[in-house]
């Protein structure tokens, strides 16, 4: 009768307070140079010790420049990544510097090394974290008091979230990805429409994705509100663990496999709050505003403000019209993108790397885009998508190819947009200035964006 | 931490909902390797006109007159007020520490992204949550009193404003009690090593793999 959140809770419990919180024990903790520095100097100041340095992993992404990353020209980037670089170095930590070739979103690396797996507890001081909930952890983003707090202790004091269910039932049709059932999620939940709760994603069309697939969604169950999201391991999920450089072997690999096949909710288990999704009425999903949930598919037109009654929220349309120098009635294709950004750690795995080929084979980027970028998740996945001679459709279509790093979806690096450029971006969040200041973007799955390059607008990918 | 004490203060209206933490800190301001000097870049692009990039701490900027926070009482405001999911986004703490460092003490919301809430209660900083008539009336107030002002009782769960509107609110217990005593949650914890030293030695047993080096 328990949930797969239950589950993972209850087996995390180091002891439960009388005050509704329990002390919760966390098997990995994932760090990067942006929200650990101050967590570092914490520690020393207190004079503590980490408590379990083997299930640190660090990497810099966030500051790494995509392209001559020899040279850092921005000196406070540089402080950072060499602040991590120390406090790694003198604390023992394990960190893959920006020339190796595990290198890359911390995001994409940790399910990639193994060192993410089924039944953990996984936190990281980044909030989309969440996408490692896609193998049966506990995954969740944590503040930088709570980096230190997981470095001292190597547990967390939490109060149990609620449970939610969203079913997506049926079958997508021709041209739909992960990104366009998650788009349609938030469209339908809103971005605080998870706050609270654990989201478990399930139903036909969660078990025949991809684990790339189901890392997209739950990555951006935090856009959903959530900090959790979750999906039940099955074969797929075991597939694609097996053979990690971190993952068990021999003996150990039978044993663990023998309890990860047991994450998943009981068929009585009580969920708060369900959702059911037709997967089959779910379009190709574009975001039109400055909150991911101002989202609608591609041949709906620009929404009018005056058509919403809840007044705080036409106003929140009309601030966003306005940012995004949009009209209501206007249609995707009269919209011109000036820059094109496929990566961060929403869509820069092997599989949005090749739908995002497939598309954009033998075909040009359009002249009126400025700026087309293809930037992998992890050198690994580079490294494989030049194997597969996936770089060079992109090169041979315009695109720039990049090495790997957050680049352009949060614009703490050289990548950014300037003010008033639009984006297509396969990344997760369209606030205001997050790409760059007064840049303004649009968020879609890989093949959408790549369609978009070759037009120079949006276009519904089933046509094209 | 610093212990959370009542006090009375002006309250800002900034009247939209889903504030996300990029707007609170935007990224280029969060360079910094400390917890301070983050609440010259509060709200950086609705409050100042000119984009800074080369992010450079001493360059004088231009403000935006318009903003609620550059105006005179507000520029010393310690309540902020705001609408649903105040906080939502990125995890990142910065977000407090601007808000903290500009001389905010607590915010007025009906709701809030969890990552944010649970990071106030780190920083000695009160998120409170209010039922959206309430806050309804509260951004009415601030039209018809300029610089209202409010004072915020954590013991006794309310917020007074001058002119004498009570609003009560609800809080977690143990939420509570960390602000009220500014308890310093790292030491509470390793008060429990022992149960830790025990849950691992039972979860080596039991799951080896997960106590393999990184």
Redesign the interface.
């Known amino acids: 009768m328990k949930t797969l959140y239950d589950k993972l809770w209850d087996d995390h419990v180091v002891h439960d307070f009388d005050d509704d919180t329990s002390l919760i024990y966390i098997d990995r903790h994932l760090i990067h140079e942006v929200t650990s520095a101050q967590a570092f100097d914490g520690l020393r100041l207190a004079n503590r010790k980490p408590w379990r340095l083997n299930t640190n992993l660090a990497v810099p992404d966030h500051n790494v420049p995509t392209k001559n990353r020899e040279v850092i020209n921005d000196p406070i980037s540089k402080i950072q990544l060499e602040a991590l670089e120390e406090n790694c170095k003198s604390m023992g930590i394990t960190k893959f510097d920006m020339f190796d070739p595990r290198q890359g979103i911390v995001h994409v690396i940790g399910p990639e090394q193994g060192a993410c797996l089924p039944g953990m507890t996984i936190v990281c001081g980044d909030s989309h974290t969440s996408t490692n909930g896609a193998l049966g952890a506990l995954a969740f983003g944590i503040g930088t008091s709570d980096v230190e707090h997981v470095l001292a202790t190597q547990c967390l004091v939490l109060k149990k979230d609620k449970n939610m269910l969203v079913n997506i039932m049926g079958r997508t049709g021709k041209g739909i990805s992960a990104k366009d059932i998650i788009l349609n999620i938030i469209r339908k939940i809103g971005t605080a429409g998870g706050t609270g709760y654990a989201i478990e994603f399930a139903g036909d069309v969660i078990r025949s994705l991809s684990m790339e697939g189901r890392m997209t969604i739950c990555n951006m169950s935090i856009e959903a509100g959530s900090r959790f999201g979750l999906i039940a391991v099955d074969k797929t999920t075991i597939d694609y663990v097996e053979n990690r450089p971190y993952s068990p072997t021999n003996d150990e690999w039978v044993n663990a496999v023998n309890i990860w096949e047991k994450l998943k909710s009981d068929s009585d288990a009580h969920f708060d709050k369900v959702v059911e999704i037709d997967a089959s009425k779910i379009e190709p999903q574009v975001t039109w505003g400055t909150s991911p949930e101002m989202v609608v598919s591609i041949n709906n037109t620009i929404p009018d403000p005056a058509e919403t009654k809840n007044s705080v929220k036409s106003e929140g349309y009309k601030n966003a019209l306005s940012y995004m120098n949009l009209k209501p009635g206007m249609k995707f294709n009269q919209i011109k993108i000036d820059k094109v950004f496929i990566g961060s750690c929403t869509n820069s795995r092997i599989e949005d790397l090749r739908e995002a080929a497939d598309i954009v084979k033998g075909k040009k980027v359009s002249k009126d885009v400025k700026l087309a970028m293809v930037v992998p998740g992890s050198g690994l996945i580079k490294r494989q998508a030049e194997d597969e001679g996936l770089a060079k459709i992109f090169i041979d279509s315009g695109f720039e190819w990049r090495e790997p790093g957050c680049s352009m979806c949060l614009g703490m690096n050289p990548d950014q947009l300037q003010s008033g450029e639009r984006c297509a971006s396969t990344s997760n969040r369209n606030f205001e200035g997050r790409q760059g200041p007064g840049g303004r973007t649009h968020l879609a799955s890989p093949s959408m964006v790549a369609a978009a390059a070759i037009a120079g607008h949006f276009v519904d990918i089933r046509d094209f | 931490m610093k212990t959370f004490k009542t006090f009375t203060g002006i309250i800002a209206p900034l ?4 504030i ?1 933490t ?2 609170i800190i ?3 301001y ?6 301070t000097g983050f609440g010259l870049n509060l709200f950086d ?1 609705w409050r100042y006109i000119d ?1 800074n ?1 080369n ?1 450079n701490q001493n360059i004088k900027r231009k403000d935006n007159p318009n903003f609620i926070l550059n105006k005179s009482p507000y520029n010393k405001a310690e309540i902020l007020l705001a ?3 105040f906080g ?7 977000a ?1 520490w601007a808000l903290s460092d500009f001389g905010f003490k607590a915010v007025l919301a009906p ?5 944010f809430y ?2 106030c209660f ?2 000695g900083f009160l998120p409170i949550k209010l039922k959206n008539k309430d806050i309804d009336l509260l951004f009415n107030l601030t039209k018809s009193n300029q610089g209202l002002k409010a004072t915020v009782d954590l013991e006794k769960q309310f917020v007074e404003t001058n002119t004498d509107n009570k609003f009560r609110f609800d809080i ?3 939420l509570k ?1 960390r602000l009220l005593k500014g308890l310093d ?2 030491a ?3 008060e ?1 090593s022992d ?2 030293y025990k ?2 030695r039972t ?1 080596a047993k ?9």
């Open positions: 009247d939209r909902s889903n996300d990029d707007t935007p990224k280029e969060l360079k910094s390797i400390k917890r692009s984009s990039e992010t609408r649903e999911n939502c986004g990125s995890s990142r703490e910065h407090v709701s809030y992204g969890d990552i649970s990071n780190k920083n977690e217990p143990n009690v949650e790292i509470l914890t390793l429990y149960a830790i849950y691992e979860r039991m799951n080896p793999w997960l106590f393999k080096d990184i």
